[in-house]
């Protein structure tokens, strides 16, 4: 009897250490499951992905706009009416050759 009382002790602290792994692989499991749907359910919000993409090309360019001036502005809208007038002209004179 001596020994089968020995070995039971073992044979049931292995089986809470496997009960212990298995639990732990169970909750390791669902954390990633958990990650994988976060994941996809990002992906599939196409409106806040496109705001995002959007955001981020734009951010730039409003820092360069917040520091220019109103003159600043005036001065590339005329220059921009400039060049659109001399290549309206440019293109008339190529044309009646």
Known sequence: MTSSSSVE????AASSDAEQQLRQEIEQTREQIGDTVEALTAKADVKARAQAWLDARSAPLRGRLAGTTVQDRQQAAAAAG???IAGYL?????RRR
């Open 82 to 84: 400039i060049t659109l």
């Open 90 to 94: 440019v293109t008339r004179i190529w």
């Open 9 to 12: 002790p073992t044979a049931h």
